[in-house]
């Protein structure tokens, strides 16, 4: 037999053919889109044969879990585990709860779907919530290494319950989750709320930022509509200062330690004490048409961006959801809470919470009807600001004694010509006698900041809140005597016309036509070229109630009730005066002893004076060069 001998030339051809399969295989490798689509195609063939091994005796809630199980894989990708629960487990919800705050959570997304304030109704006596059928929302979008996009909204969390804390974990394995973790304490709306994921490091891409969006529409809680909607903004603390957006308004900010969803008289506020980075910030007013009733006020949302740290999340964070009471907000130290109730900026917001909030809350200890600690108050801010009307009528009595003295130097010195004597001359007699013009105005004008003080407590002030007093059954909104049929309305009046407005406007009727008759007695004589300053007081004794009506008819009634006492304690205060307090003939005989005594003229009226004399001079030079 002949012996078979090495083939170099075969060897040669095989190593050849070999190259050229290696090089083709190279060529024609798929790209990652066409992995995908045979990843799909496998599931899918997977899915087709996992259905055809289940027989007609199958139950169909077993087959749907089955192909709901292989569809999650494909779509979640590790987070397919989560699909693992049973149809009703994923539809369930858990519920963790105090005596002040009821909480439900869905197992879908783990947030939270119902947030019911236990102490509260709404305007027609229904529970009161801020969450509840889908207004708000809770949710991470984060990339994973496999290269999927993925939202919490889409992952099922499984609940453990113990006491009043929640956990709800999104699993991977029964050691890989992401947790949101929910903590009540008794008798809280301070949520502790943790966000931290475990052993997920190496399926969460955090080279990609992940994203957090909370968004809410509030809903109306109020009897008011008008009222709740024009309170209702969202507040931010960055960098140690508290702000708000506008009415359809958005906000970048480097650095937010709370964002607050502040409705009239309750909030849902997100804190975190390591701060948000860049987050943006929008509020959305969804009222159109004020005359028109509707579910929702105003649509916020917050998207901000998480760090993981080391590869894993650990966000310690909490839930405010409850009234906006200031003691309330006031006893969470360091954070500013309080300052999202709208009690006024600079001296006006001072006020408030140094004298009126004490005196209230002080009253509020030992009486229960809030229509009467309206009215005591009042009492109390009346004598309080009494020796600044009888300044005022004072100042008002002294000028009532010396005007003939002055319309004497009117009739003397008529004319343009003699303007700048006329007023030497009276100025003059004001100095010798110790009187100002000025003395009546400042005691008003130190009144400004306490008027305009309450016009910020009363609407802003949770305790009125669906208290009754006399017709008015929510001294936090506006009485109603008579509603107008058929939905008709007047433009800047409303659809109602309450009470308490017209009795404000009716007393500041009298009050007025009382200080301007005041007035008149200080008002100098009508000057030539000068307005008519008489008539304009007179238009405005018709004016103020008129505005005043229309402007409160839709406010809160304890604000009217308040103006109106106030007006009523006011007019009785002038009327003592006037009637047991001043006596003009001391007065006179005062002022005569008073011009009789040398005077010292102070460095500005001495400057005043020598300003006017050369002026006149100036004048009387440019009269003798035009003859």
């Known amino acids: 037999m002949e012996e078979k001998k090495f083939d170099l030339n075969s060897l040669i051809g095989f190593l050849l053919l070999g190259a050229i399969m290696l090089w083709w295989m190279n060529t024609n490798k798929p790209t990652p889109e066409e992995v995908q689509e045979q ?47 049973s149809t009703s487990a994923k539809s369930a919800t858990s519920t963790v709860e105090n005596d002040v705050l009821k909480l439900v959570v869905s197992n879908k997304g783990g947030q939270i779907i119902e947030a019911q304030l236990k102490n509260y109704k709404t305007y027609d006596q229904l529970p009161l919530y801020l969450i509840k059928d889908s207004n708000a929302s809770f ?37 890989q989750y992401l947790e949101y973790r ?5 008798n809280q709306y301070m949520v502790d709320f943790t966000v931290r994921s475990q052993g997920l490091s190496n399926i969460i891409n955090t080279a990609k930022p992940i994203a957090l969006n909370w968004a809410l529409k509030g809903y109306r809680h109020e009897h008011s509509m008008r009222s709740e909607n024009m309170y209702t903004y969202m507040y931010y603390k960055s960098d140690d200062d508290v702000d708000y957006l506008s009415i359809d308004d958005d906000e970048k900010v480097d650095n937010t330690t709370w964002a607050a969803f502040k ?132 100042s008002s009595a002294k000028m009532k004694v010396l005007k003939p003295e002055m319309e004497e130097i009117n009739k003397r010195l008529p004319g343009k010509e003699n303007a700048m004597k006329r007023q030497q001359e009276t100025m003059a007699l004001q100095s010798k006698a110790g009187v100002s013009p000025l003395a009546g105005c400042i005691p008003a004008l130190l009144q400004m900041p306490v008027f305009f ?78 307005p008519d300053m008489q008539k304009m007081m007179k238009y405005m004794l018709y004016f103020s109630p008129i505005m005043m009506l229309f402007f409160f008819n839709q406010y809160a009634s304890s604000l009217s009730l308040y103006y109106f006492i106030s007006n009523l304690l006011t007019l009785t205060i002038m009327f003592i005066i006037k009637k047991y307090i001043i006596d003009e003939d001391k007065i006179h005989a005062k002022i005569q002893e008073n011009k009789k005594k040398p005077k010292k003229q102070s460095k500005f009226k001495k400057r005043l004076a020598d300003a006017m004399k050369q002026a006149q001079e100036q004048q009387e030079a440019q009269k003798r060069k035009k003859k």
């Open 263 to 394: 409705q009239h008289f309750f909030s849902s506020i997100l804190l975190n004490k390591d701060g948000f980075k860049n987050v943006q910030l929008t509020s959305e007013n969804l009222v159109k048409d004020s005359a028109v009733d509707t579910v929702f006020t105003k649509k916020f949302s917050l998207t901000t961006a998480l760090s993981p740290k080391g590869g894993e999340l650990n966000e310690n964070m909490q839930w405010y959801f409850g009234p906006n009471d200031y003691k309330i907000l006031k006893s969470y130290e360091g954070q500013n809470l309080d300052e999202i109730i709208d009690l006024g900026w600079g001296i006006f917001g001072f006020i408030n919470r140094t004298l009126f909030i004490p005196i209230f809350n002080g009253l509020k200890g030992f009486i229960g009807n809030y229509g009467i600690i309206i009215i005591l108050m009042t009492f109390v801010v009346r004598i309080f600001m009494s020796p600044l009307v009888y300044k005022s009528y004072l």
């Open 453 to 530: 003080a309450l016009f910020r407590f009363f609407p802003s002030n949770i305790d009125l809140r669906q208290k009754s007093f006399l017709w008015a059954n929510d001294l936090s909104s506006y009485d109603t005597i008579w509603k107008f049929p058929n939905g008709f309305s007047i433009p800047f009046y409303g659809d109602h016309i309450s009470l308490f407005p017209i009795l404000a406007s009716v007393a500041i009727f009298f009050y007025m036509k009382m200080s301007q008759s005041q007035q008149m007695n200080m008002q100098q004589p009508t000057q030539e070229g000068m």
């Open 139 to 175: 949710i991470l979008n984060f990339n994973t290494t496999d290269n999927r996009t993925l939202s919490t909204k889409e992952l099922y969390f499984e609940p453990t319950l113990e006491g009043t804390t929640l956990s709800m974990k999104a699993k991977v394995s029964n050691n």
């Open 182 to 186: 929910y903590e009540l304490k008794p």
């Open 39 to 85: 990843q799909k195609t496998e599931q899918t063939t997977t899915i087709s044969e996992t259905t055809s091994e289940i027989t007609n005796e199958t139950p169909v809630a077993v087959v749907n879990d089955s192909i709901a199980q292989l569809q999650a894989k494909q779509r979640l990708g590790a987070f397919g585990f989560s699909e693992r629960l």
